[in-house]
T-cell receptor, first 113, second 116 residues
Framework: EAQVTQNPRYLITVTGKKLTVTCSQNMNHEYMSWYRQDPGLGLRQIYYSMNVEVTDKGDVPEGYKVSRKEKRNFPLILESPSPNQTSLYFC????????????FGDGTRLSIL | SQQGEEDPQALSIQEGENATMNCSYKTSINNLQWYRQNSGRGLVHLILIRSNEREKHSGRLRVTLDTSKKSSSLLITASRAADTASYFCATDASFGRGSTLGRLYFGRGTQLTVWP
């Protein structure tokens, strides 16, 4: 089954404790992306990757890191999480080129205390 | 901001009625996409309309695009309780040189509730 898998689905942690949210897709998509969703603000893009070893900042990259060492994986790293990073996070992927729909994971709800 | 804006923010209707949601945006686009999000789940792609298209259909969905007004509408006909979800428009923006590296800009969504 074609899917984007995020782990964990839920995480409660404390300020400053490094964490990684994994994302994996099995559709051989070139393009992958991370979004955060906050009430009243919609989805905002954090980082995206056009292909392996190619990453770029989205609209809200501060406090986050990503890497794309393999085509299927695109982990999101919070080196020193802070409470303002409490949010619902989504990973998405698609084929490159104009007009390709994005496939989303089911989300990771992070709470930073 | 290139973000699309959906209107209304919330819509409540009875089963069998039609639901219409609107999206306005600011920049020229390559295409506009509509997504659906069930509570607690990821977004699911519904339909895409390109900038040179005016109307598109998919099952009970009808999407229109008016590039002169920078607006789109999503019509769900004969709605069902299972259509209850948030609906988002997303613009694939163009700055006159084609797609901006494939980025999508999402609006804040319309929460649709369909009562049995």
């Amino acid at each position: 089954e074609a899917q984007v898998t995020q782990n964990p689905r839920y995480l409660i942690t404390v300020t400053g404790k490094k964490l990684t949210v994994t994302c994996s897709q099995n559709m051989n998509h070139e393009y992958m992306s991370w979004y955060r969703q906050d009430p009243g603000l919609g989805l905002r893009q954090i980082y995206y990757s056009m292909n392996v070893e190619v990453t770029d900042k989205g609209d809200v990259p501060e406090g986050y890191k990503v890497s794309r060492k393999e085509k299927r994986n695109f982990p999101l790293i919070l080196e020193s999480p802070s409470p303002n990073q409490t949010s619902l996070y989504f990973c998405a992927s698609r084929y490159s080129g104009e007009g390709q729909p994005q496939h989303f994971g089911d989300g990771t709800r992070l709470s930073i205390l | 901001s290139q973000q699309g804006e959906e209107d209304p923010q919330a819509l409540s209707i009875q089963e069998g009625e039609n639901a219409t949601m609107n999206c306005s945006y600011k920049t020229s686009i390559n295409n506009l996409q509509w997504y659906r999000q069930n509570s607690g789940r990821g977004l699911v792609h519904l339909i895409l309309i390109r900038s040179n298209e005016r109307e598109k259909h998919s099952g009970r969905l009808r999407v229109t695009l008016d590039t002169s007004k920078k607006s789109s509408s999503l019509l769900i006909t004969a709605s069902r309780a299972a259509d209850t979800a948030s609906y988002f428009c997303a613009t694939d923006a163009s700055f006159g040189r084609g797609s901006t590296l494939g980025r999508l800009y999402f609006g804040r969504g319309t929460q649709l509730t369909v009562w049995p």
